[in-house]
């Protein structure tokens, strides 16, 4: 059973545009949210985190955006760049931090 | 190294064979996780070290999957009577104590096995 979803699977802007990736949980024992970044041949590397009692967070043109009531959450990429592209991953925690959940990725093609 | 070092970073192997992945982790981290991602999908769970000790195998997928991590620095993941089922890339993860709870997680790159 997927703990995590995420959507879109695949996603193309143009540069300059805006990216978003949504994902959903279920499970409330989930305590921390972060998001991925994975690059062909490499292994994921941490973008950006945030934690259930915060709505936003913004690191330089990375944003999250949470909404604990309908359990969701979103990264938006503004000004997206061709060296954005990549693969993205959110995730989520357990208060326990023995595991981590991951979605299934979303694939980022930014057009020059 | 800087870096959560994996070795070999390409394995083929026959079904039925065994395997053993390297993993050497940051210096200092105390927490390693192995995670296998297989092709379009996220990283899965396997097993996660808190030292020396596995605090959590909960995701090794039968005891065909087995992982050590003799004195808390190198872990090794091993793969007895190999399937094809078992391709994917391995990946292991290091972490400080306090990164296990906020996500900084340090990947390698990963070991790609292909059981033909």
């Known amino acids: 059973q997927q703990q995590v979803k995420q959507s879109p699977q695949s996603l193309i802007v143009q540069k300059g545009g805006i990216s978003i990736i949504n994902c959903a949980y279920e499970?409330?024992?989930?305590?921390?949210f972060p998001w991925y970044q994975q690059f062909p041949g490499k292994g994921p590397a941490l973008l950006i985190a945030i934690r259930p009692d915060v709505s936003e967070k913004k690191e330089g043109r990375f944003t999250i955006s949470f909404n604990k009531s309908a359990k969701q959450f979103s990264l938006h990429i503004m000004d997206s760049q061709p060296g954005d592209s990549a693969t993205y991953f959110c995730a989520a925690i357990p208060r326990t931090g023995n595991q981590f959940y991951f979605g299934t990725g979303t694939s980022l093609t930014v057009i020059p | 190294g800087a870096g959560v070092s994996q070795t070999p970073s390409n394995k083929v192997t026959e079904k039925g064979k065994y395997v053993e992945l390297r993993c050497d982790p940051i210096?200092?981290?105390?927490?390693l996780y192995w995670y296998r991602q297989s092709l379009g999908q996220g990283p899965e769970f396997l097993i996660y070290f808190q030292g020396t000790g596995a605090a959590d195998d909960s995701g090794l997928p039968n005891d065909r999957f087995f992982a050590v991590r003799p004195e808390g620095s190198v872990s090794t993941l091993k793969i007895q009577r190999t399937e094809r089922g078992d391709s994917a890339v391995y990946l292991c993860?290091?972490?400080?104590?306090?990164?296990?709870?906020?996500?900084?997680?340090?990947f390698g790159e990963g070991s790609r096995l292909t059981v033909l």
């Open positions: 499970n409330t024992a989930f305590d921390y």
């Open positions: 210096s200092g981290h105390t927490a």
């Open positions: 993860a290091s972490s400080s104590l306090a990164g296990v709870y906020t996500g900084e997680l340090f």
